[in-house]
């Protein structure tokens, strides 16, 4: 479709200037021809691949994780497209996602969460189970950042999406993890069992050493950051203003 300029008539000034059609400025001798542009090459999954969790992340969430964002995604409305614009994760990435294919980071999730409008557990929760659940060590659900330096263990069932969250969390030696704001209302109580933390939050900084302990709204970016020579062990509860299913 051309545009607005394109379909008007040339003024008469412009029709004394502008060259006649088919016919441009004549190349002198010797003078080369001037080169197109290369062709814009497609999206590479290196681009992407920044997303993808850490391999000692639990790489069997990732068909659970897939078949809940494509059935929230679908009760949206949305198109991948669509919720790609709305979280800052690609669309590659969300379609790797939802055929259960990668497992995204920790990160990847809490923006898909909040661009979606619920809980974190919503797309890691399986079907409701009743009666008392012992969780072993052993056989736990670890999501890891893309380097592996930050991991979660979700310290409850996932059975279904809950208003409340208990987390322990594990931030290797000098290292940081950035986390987006989740959405408002969301607040985190964190205690640190070892090692000592850093947490920004907006302009707030706060240090933290061993059995300290931070209750903050987390409905603005944040930064974990272990100063420390040992890895640091936090335990989180996140606490949402609602719960959305």
Do not use: C
């Not at 949305?78 to 919720?83: A, F, P, T």
């Amino acid at each position: 479709m051309k545009s607005v300029r394109e379909n008007t008539p040339p003024t008469g000034e412009e029709a004394e200037t502008a060259p006649a059609k088919g016919k441009g400025k004549k190349r002198e001798p010797g003078e080369k021809k001037a080169e197109a542009p290369p062709p814009e090459a497609p999206p590479s999954e290196e681009e992407w691949a920044y997303e993808v969790a850490h391999a000692d992340a639990s790489t069997d969430l990732a068909p659970i994780v897939g078949r809940n964002l494509r059935r929230l995604r679908t009760q949206r409305g949305l198109s991948l497209e669509r919720l790609a614009k709305a979280s800052g994760v690609s669309r590659a990435m969300l379609g790797q996602i939802e055929l259960g294919q990668s497992a995204p980071t920790i990160n990847v999730i809490w923006k898909i969460a909040r661009a979606l409008g619920i809980p974190f557990s919503a797309l890691i929760s399986t079907t409701a189970q009743s009666g008392t659940r012992v969780m072993r060590s052993n056989q736990s659900k670890r999501l890891a950042s893309h380097d592996g330096s930050f991991s979660s263990r979700a310290l409850f069932p996932f059975d279904e999406p809950r208003r409340v969250e208990f987390y322990e969390l594990r931030l290797a030696a000098h290292a940081e993890e950035r986390a987006d704001a989740h959405p408002p209302g969301t607040l985190e109580n964190l205690v640190v069992t070892s090692g000592a933390v850093e947490i920004d939050r907006g302009e707030e900084h706060h240090v933290l050493s061993a059995g300290d302990a931070i209750l903050f709204e987390a409905d603005v970016a944040h930064v974990y950051r272990n100063t420390s020579n040992v890895e640091a062990v936090m335990y989180l509860v996140m606490t949402y203003a609602e719960t959305v299913g």
